[in-house]
């Protein structure tokens, strides 16, 4: 087969079923296509799949992390602990709010917060820590928790990619066990409802105003009463879910599980092939191989870019010629030229630079083969040759 005719294998691809399609259009059918029924529906089923928690939804994890800081106070002069290797919109949100983001370093062999230096940040304009589960794997939560309840802070998880994910047998985003979580349904995640989000919120401790805070800001800052009273007494905006997108998220929860079993198969067989292969012997970096905790989100390797002394973005052309897709999850933030000028330098977290400039997203879906792992350890060992 000529490299002309090869297949390709995205980095990435939604799993959506005929039951699916028909019950999107069903909703298109039943003339009420905005946020109603089947959001609540999907809501509660979000709720269920989490034990019983208190769950929101938005029109993606945008809006759910910047929500979320505003339901924790944060503004004008505070400052929130995240993590440079995550997608921008996570220190964005800090910026909308009109705070300021504090990047630490990350660990090397989880590229997520190293709560070390975490603890070394907090100053007395610290006002909340925001992790990020890179790929779907989890930081250690009672860690994060107690450093947190120490020094007074709120935890707002970026768990973006975490859906499914858990710490010490507990999901994250299980009722009671956290703060604030945001998750995203947006369409290369594990849960997909194209675009979308929701939040997690633990009214065991905090109660109910910061649920319906939410609720306001979600569509214009808008509260009914009976059926024509209306009142706006905050800036709220349009992050609302609709119908359509939920009806699809209440049939892809339906098969998390199976997604995520198949998830792991296929990471576990990436470890062995990738071994057998002896690519980590020519300076392939892998993740932490976490099979119990991990939802397996994404396989990010690093590459060797300093022995080969080629690009990456060569290497993914090459790849890419080659009938494999892949990523970049994520670039340092604090390398863009917005942050720049904010007086941000990726040298001040070497570790996170390091991993912003190596780090490659090779195919994981749950509809892979085992023949896609084959194809696409052969195209690593080629271009690592």
């Known amino acids: 087969m000529s490299q002309d005719t090869l297949p390709f ?3 990435t691809k939604p799993t959506i079923d ?26 509660n089923a979000l709720g269920d799949y989490l034990g019983g928690a208190t769950v929101r939804c938005f029109a993606n994890g945008t809006a759910t992390m910047k929500i979320a800081l505003q339901v924790a106070g944060i503004g004008p002069g505070d400052e929130v602990i995240t993590t440079p290797i995550s997608w921008v919109a996570t220190s964005n949100v800090i910026l909308a709010v009109g705070a300021k983001p504090i990047f630490v370093d990350v660990d090397p062999q989880t590229r997520n917060l190293d709560l070390n230096q975490v603890a ?15 790929a779907g794997l989890p ?12 020094h007074g802070l709120r935890v707002i998880e970026d768990a973006a990619q975490a859906l499914g994910s858990s710490w010490n047998g ?21 849960l997909t409802t194209i675009e979308g989000g929701c939040l997690v919120f633990n009214t065991e401790r905090f109660g109910e105003d910061q649920v319906r805070l939410a609720e306001k800001l979600r569509l214009q800052g808008l509260v009914r009463s009976g059926p024509d009273g209306m009142e706006v007494d905050i ?9 359509i997108n939920a009806v699809i998220g209440l049939h892809q929860i339906k098969q998390l599980d199976q997604f995520q079993k198949r998830r792991i198969e296929l990471a576990k067989e990436y470890f062995q092939k990738i071994t057998q292969a002896g690519l980590a012997n020519k300076g392939l970096g892998l993740p932490v191989a976490d099979y119990e905790q991990s939802n397996w989100h994404m396989f990010q390797v690093t590459l060797p870019l300093t022995r080969l002394q ?29 942050y720049r000028k904010l007086g941000y330098r990726p040298e001040s977290t070497p570790i996170a630079a390091e991993i912003g400039r190596s780090i490659l997203t090779i195919p994981l879906f749950p509809t892979m083969s085992s023949h896609d792992i084959d194809s696409v350890v052969e195209a690593l060992t080629q271009v690592l040759n």
């Open 310 to 338: 080629r690009s990456r973005g060569d290497m993914m052309t090459t790849l890419k010629e080659r009938g494999i897709g892949t990523g970049v999850h994520y670039p340092i933030i604090t390398g863009f030229e917005l």
């Open 9 to 11: 294998i995205p980095f």
């Open 18 to 43: 005929e039951a699916t399609i028909a019950a999107v259009a069903d909703v298109l059918r039943s003339g009420w296509i905005t946020s109603g029924p089947k959001v609540l529906e999907f809501e």
């Open 120 to 134: 070394k940040a907090i100053s007395k304009n610290t006002k909340a820590i925001m992790p990020v589960y890179l």
């Open 139 to 150: 930081l250690d939560v009672d860690a994060l928790y107690a450093l947190a309840n120490q």
């Open 170 to 190: 507990t999901r994250i985003g299980h009722a009671g066990k956290h703060d604030l979580v945001s998750f995203s349904f947006q369409a290369n995640k594990n």
């Open 235 to 243: 800036l709220g905006g349009k992050d609302n879910l609709t119908d």
